[in-house]
C-alpha cells in the first residue's frame, strides 16, 4: 500500500534512523539529526519527543509502528501525530505477513481517516527473512532498516540502535535494563538469531549502510 509513492519521498536521500539504546543518554545530536534530509523514529519514540528534545531535537518525518496501540509500541493520537510535522506513517509488516496485522491495520485506517500518509510494506521476502532469523520474528527497528534499505535512498544512517544488546533510555521505558532485555530475548523476539541475521546478510559491507560507533564496533565484535 502506497510503496511507490513512499519508495519515491525517499529517493536519493539521505536519512537516519533514531533508535532507544541507552547509548544516547546525555548526548546532543541534535545537529546531526537536522542534516538528515529524512528523519525517522521508532515505535513510542514519538511519544518522547519532548522528553528527549535535548538528545535529537523534534525532527520526526517517518515513523514506523507496530500498530498495536499500547504503550511499548506509542498509543495511537492521529491529532497528536499530525502536530510533530510528521509525513509518514509505516507499518513494519505486510498485511499478510502475521495473523493479527490485518486488523491493526484497519484499524490504524479508520482512526487515521486519510490524514497522514500511510505505507504497509509488501510481503516479499518475509518468509526467508524470519526463517533466517530461525524462526524469530523480526522487530519495528529491523524491519525499519531492511524495508528502507529496498529503497534507492542515497544513504542510512542509524543512531541508538543496538538490537537491545545495551539496554535502553529511561526515558523511552521504565523497566530496567536486565528486565527489558529479557523481555526483548523472549518469546518470538531472539536477539541473538535477529542480531546475526541483521549484521550477516542486511548490513555487512552494504555501502549504504553507516552505523553510529556504538552499531559498529557490535557488528565488529558481537556473538563473533
Known amino acids: 500500500m502506497n510503496q511507490e509513492a513512499y519508495y ?3 529517493k536519493n536521500k539521505r536519512v ?16 546531526f539529526v537536522n542534516s538528515f534530509d529524512v528523519v525517522v523514529r521508532l515505535n513510542r ?10 538528545t535529537f531535537g523534534d525532527r520526526i518525518d517517518v515513523l514506523y509502528n507496530g500498530l498495536n496501540d499500547v504503550y511499548a ?4 493520537n ?7 510535522g510528521l509525513t509518514w506513517v509505516c507499518s ?6 502475521l495473523n493479527v496485522q490485518p486488523k491493526l491495520i484497519r484499524n490504524f485506517m479508520q482512526k487515521n481517516k486519510g490524514r497522514i500518509n500511510f505505507y504497509v510494506p509488501s510481503i ?3 518468509s526467508e527473512i524470519f526463517k533466517g532469523m530461525d524462526n524469530t520474528r523480526p522487530d519495528t527497528g529491523c524491519m525499519a532498516i531492511i524495508d528502507l534499505l529496498r529503497s534507492e535512498l542515497k544513504e542510512l544512517h542509524t543512531t541508538g540502535i543496538t538490537f537491545c544488546l545495551d539496554g535502553h533510555s529511561k526515558i523511552y521505558s521504565n523497566m530496567d535494563d536486565e528486565a527489558f532485555v529479557k523481555r526483548a530475548d523472549s518469546g518470538c523476539h531472539r536477539i541473538r538469531p535477529k542480531f546475526l541475521y541483521m549484521r550477516n546478510y542486511i548490513l555487512k559491507d552494504n555501502p549504504r549502510f553507516f552505523p553510529d560507533q556504538i552499531l559498529k564496533k557490535l557488528l565488529e565484535e558481537a556473538y563473533s
Open 78 to 84: 492521529i491529532e497528536k501525530w499530525m502536530s510533530t
Open 45 to 54: 519514540l514519538i511519544d518522547c519527543i519532548d522528553e528527549m528534545y535535548d
Open 73 to 76: 509500541n506509542g498509543i495511537i
Open 124 to 126: 516479499r521476502g518475509y
Open 92 to 97: 513494519p509488516f505486510a498485511a499478510e505477513s
Open 8 to 10: 519515491e519521498f525517499l
Open 16 to 31: 537516519l534512523v533514531i533508535g532507544p539504546s541507552k547509548s544516547t543518554e546525555g548526548k546532543n545530536y541534535q545537529d
